[in-house]
């Protein structure tokens, strides 16, 4: 069976690189369409009317959202190739239980569509659901947003959580290579993303993360000898140019 | 090959619920321990060290934590008889996509995990992570929650928000049966469970779900007629009265 493979992405989202990283891991062509999110495309918004959010893997012409619903289904659609989650469904559960932990943790889950009332901690995610500038904004959340978008004590709560997040990781690593054990697996792909945005919560943060979490590190770069995972990350640099960007348009310094 | 199963919950918890529904679904006997949030077990600390969370699924000895993993590890584990997932790759991620849609939406996601820097509206949830009150209410999140626990603007806001997600989840059920189509399923069970608080929402929030969403409270019914899922709902009022006592015992009045 051929397969049409299209990704709606932006390139420093962390979300879509775990895509780019699934679909490298499979060997898939596939057509990488770039959203710049100030305004939307057509397709964007009629693949996911929902959430109107990057990702989205258009496969044959349907649409799957949400990044680790996506790369769930390219394991299964590709099974044959590097599998992510391992077939035993205790091991699953785990993946996905720590994959979930990520979201929680780090992304801060969905505090941005939620909503609610006048937060101002939350005032960059409210504006996420109003005007055009927020729609830039609304995939990069809470623990890690607030490092390189915030100053003070507010800043300094996030880095902690960071870095109590890092190393709780960090035991569930414990002395294997990867996450999944002696592979590349599922929650390697949730997690390394974030390794292309470690220069920028490090150098706002002022703090090292190697020192903090040294095993991190050390995975994050057996990861990134991976093609599927080098490949598929920008630049920490270019991360950082586009951070600096993005504090000046939103008059955040 | 025997299975011992345990289940950690409490009572009015609509995660905890969910893996109830699984359970009777499947048809599996189990070991039902309720836990008190205030004071927990030993047990649960030690079953689920990273969350201290209900509900966890204890299977031969080992834990399974955070309901929608416990109910995918059910459907894997207990797979000959009532399948929640599809097959189909798509049709699963679709599936997961509904369910993650409405623990970002009613549940607010993991809001309450995230911590952060003093919002005023999120102090319930901040407290939770804080002293031993707080534990109780740390599974009772955002738009739903607020319908009880809040007033004026934001009650009113949350209301919104609810009547507008369940009015999306109508036009996801169309004319089918179930969100799983003619039967019964993950997003079924995924949802359902906040039947048993409908009684709540409308009564502190002064409004009607059946004016606003006449599909939702049909599809409601039909899943009430199922055992797996009337024996393991508590009854609306016991619900309603235990907010009026949480309420009560937090001084939210």
Known sequence: MAHEVVLLDFWPSMFGMRVRVALAEKGIKYEYKEEDLRNKSPLLLKMNPIHKKIPVLIHNGKPVCESLVI???????????????PSDPYHKARSRFWADFIEQKICGGHVAQVG??????????KVGGCGSRGLLLHWVYD???????????EQEVAKKEFIETFKILEGELGEKPFFGGETFGFVDIALITF?????TYETFGNFSIEAECPKIIAWAKRCMQKESVANSLPDQ??????????KKYFGMD
Do not use: C
């Open 71 to 85: 790369v769930q289904y390219i394991d299964e659609v590709w099974k044959d190739k590097n599998p992510f989650l």
């Open 116 to 125: 609610g009332g006048g937060n101002h901690g939350l005032l960059l995610h």
């Open 237 to 246: 640099k270019k991360i950082y140019e586009f951070t600096v960007w993005m």
């Open 143 to 153: 623990t890690a947003r607030k490092i390189w978008a915030t100053k003070g004590e």
């Open 195 to 199: 390794y292309s945005w470690f220069y």
